[in-house]
Every structure is written in C-alpha cells, then in structure tokens.
C-alpha cells in the first residue's frame, strides 16, 4: 500500500508539471574544502603511546546543482554531490525534488529527515565540535547514532510556517546508500525504515529559540530492530557587543538488545568576526563503551565562505581504554 501511494504521488507530480516549460533552469557548482594540520597523543590499552601525533588534514565535496522553476510554479531542483578524494563511496548525496506550497517531495539518496531538521549541536571550527565532528584528533567518538545516514529514500518537507517545519523520509532499503547498489530499481525492501523530524525556529526580537525532534524506526532482515529518538535546542541572546548561544542536544536508540545514548551541550560567544565555543560530548553503549569528549574552539571570519578556526579537545574512550589531546589549526572554504 506504502508503495502505491507513494507511486501515486510522484505520478500526480510528474504529470502536473509534464505540460510546464521550465523558464530557466540553471546549472551551479558548489561544495566545501577543509585543510589544516593538527597534533594528537594518546596513552592507554596496550599502546604505551601514539606514533603519528602530526596529522595533515583535508576534506572537501564538489557539488552539482540544478534548479528551474516551470511555468505553473513548481521549482525542480536537483544535486550530485562528488567527494573531494578518492573513496570508495565516491558519490555522496544525490537527488531531485519537486516543491510548491504544499511542501518539497525529494527522491534520491540524502540524509533523512531526523537528521536534517536536527539542531543542538554547535560548531565554531570547520568540521569539528563535541558531537558527530568529521576531525577527530582523540579515540573519542561521539557519533549522531539516530539517522540512516545518506540511503536512497522518497522525503517530504512541509512549508515553513512561522518557523515551524516537518519532514518525513521512508527508506525501502537502509543497506543502500547509492555508492555501490546500481540504480536500486530491484531494492530488496526486506531493511525498510521510517524517519521523521520536526523543527521550530524564531526570532523573538533580541532572544533567539530553536527546537528539534526526531524518530526513526526500521525492521531488518536480521531481526535487529532499530528505534531511536532525539531532541535538541538551541537558545541565544546579546550580549553587550556580541551574543551568547547555549545548546544542547540528546539521543537514544535501541538495536536488539543494545541500548546506546549520547548527548551534547555547548556555549558559544560571537562578536563580529570572532567566534568562541566550549563544549562537552558523551556517548554509551551497552558493553561497556563509553566515550567522552572535551572540545573547545576559536573560530574567525575571513570573509564570506572563508573560517579559520583553532580546535583543542580531551578524550576518553573506555572500550579501547584510551586517552589523548588533540589540537587542529583548520581553513575551511565553502563555495
């Protein structure tokens, strides 16, 4: 039934938009680079001591982007977004929607709706904070655990109205994230979730709100069922010449029999350019690993799509028994 009407209504869609000449649809290039260089150190396990505590660091995507509004006022957009080394998923993201007033229906493969509608978790340094960062400078790792991640998957996203948003994402195959799964037109189905996100975002005149709300829930082939909850938020107001931002984020999610949960919480001051943040991350899961970090960070503004930032953060990770400090001086370009 799930199949028929999700069929029907990108079928609807289609059609609808099938006599509509786009007036003009644009190809634009965009993406991110991260590069910097950073030292760590680590004690613990059998290890007396980490060898590589200098670290060369690079990261970045390419992405393609199309977008063109028809005649009848639907906007087609879509994007390919290509890693910026060599992977062996070398396709990250990729997609196409169709949006109108009644909300965005995307098709491809993208992060989940619960993901996407997330906040609580701060950054002041490309690509790292306390919680789900791409540099991780110690054995800590406090990754987003509630998300399918980038699978191929059908999404909708209702209107902002009045800084409230919602989306909903169905995944028929959570093992196929398009890297390696050809056109997923015979998707085994047998791993299929749901995941839905709700958001809420305002400007109350000097006092910032935003809120979050996400579940996902998946049946597999294996019998390890998944379900999983979060929420986060996200409060800030001036402060003489600058503002001050607290947030704070908490997740849970059950596969099988194993429980795991993380949270994050972090506070940020900006004035001008300048951006300083201190923040702290734990993860648990069941049989001991138990992970936390200590993360603090000086970021500043360049220019527009230009931050340089300087990272320091302390970690342990008892399921490896380590230790260590970590620190990154990071340019992050986006484009």
Same mark, same amino acid.
């Given at each position: 039934m799930k199949k028929i009407l999700l069929g029907s209504t990108i079928l609807v869609a289609t059609a609808f938009a099938g006599t509509a000449f786009a007036k003009d649809v644009k190809l634009g290039l965009g993406g991110y680079?991260?590069?910097?260089?950073?030292?760590?150190?680590?004690?613990?396990?059998?290890?007396? =001591?980490?060898?590589?505590?200098?670290?060369?660091?690079? =990261?970045?995507?390419?992405?393609?982007?199309?977008?063109?509004?028809?005649?009848?006022?639907?906007?087609?957009?879509?994007?390919?977004?290509?890693?910026?080394?060599?992977?062996?998923?070398?396709?990250? =993201?990729?997609?196409?929607?169709?949006?109108?007033?009644f909300g965005k229906i995307m098709v491809g493969g993208n992060d989940d709706a619960a993901y996407n509608l997330a906040v609580g978790n701060q950054s002041v340094v490309p690509g790292m904070a306390a919680y789900d960062s791409t540099h991780n400078l110690t054995t800590a790792s406090e990754g987003f655990?509630?998300?399918f991640g980038d699978d191929?998957?059908?999404?909708?996203?209702?209107?902002?109205?009045?800084?409230?948003?919602a989306g909903i994402s169905y995944t028929?195959?959570?093992?196929?994230?398009?890297?390696?799964?050809?056109?997923?037109?015979?998707?085994?189905n047998g791993n299929q979730g749901?995941?839905?996100?709700?958001?809420?975002?305002?400007?109350f005149g000097g006092f910032d709100l935003a809120l979050s709300g996400g579940y996902i829930n998946a049946e597999t082939d294996a019998g390890l069922d998944f379900d999983g909850f979060h929420g986060g938020a996200e409060v800030g107001f001036g402060v003489g010449a600058g503002s001050?931002?607290?947030?704070?984020?908490?997740?849970?999610?059950?596969?099988?029999?194993?429980?795991s949960q993380g949270y994050t919480g972090s506070v940020k001051f900006s004035t001008g350019p300048w951006a300083a943040l201190v923040g702290y991350g734990y993860q648990d899961r069941d049989g001991g690993d138990e992970s936390t970090k200590i993360h603090g960070g000086i970021g500043y503004?360049?220019?527009?799509?230009?931050?340089?930032?300087?990272?320091?953060?302390?970690?342990?990770?008892?399921?490896?028994?380590t230790d260590g400090i970590g620190g990154a001086l990071l340019l992050g370009v986006s484009f």
């Open positions: 680079l991260r590069a910097g260089v950073g030292v760590s150190e680590y004690i613990g396990g059998s290890t007396t =001591e980490s060898d590589e505590s200098f670290h060369v660091i690079r =990261e970045g995507e390419v992405h393609f982007k199309g977008k063109g509004t028809l005649d009848n006022g639907l906007t087609i957009e879509a994007r390919i977004e290509l890693e910026g080394h060599t992977t062996g998923d070398q396709i990250d =993201e990729n997609w196409m929607s169709i949006q109108s007033s655990m509630t998300t191929i998957a059908v999404h909708y996203y209702t209107p902002n109205i009045s800084g409230f948003q028929p195959d959570i093992s196929n994230d398009g890297g390696s799964d050809g056109f997923n037109d015979q998707a085994d749901i995941s839905v996100g709700v958001s809420y975002s305002r400007d001050l931002t607290f947030a704070g984020f908490y997740e849970q999610n059950e596969v099988g029999t194993t429980d503004q360049l220019g527009a799509g230009v931050t340089a930032g300087l990272g320091i953060e302390y970690g342990e990770n008892d399921l490896t028994d």
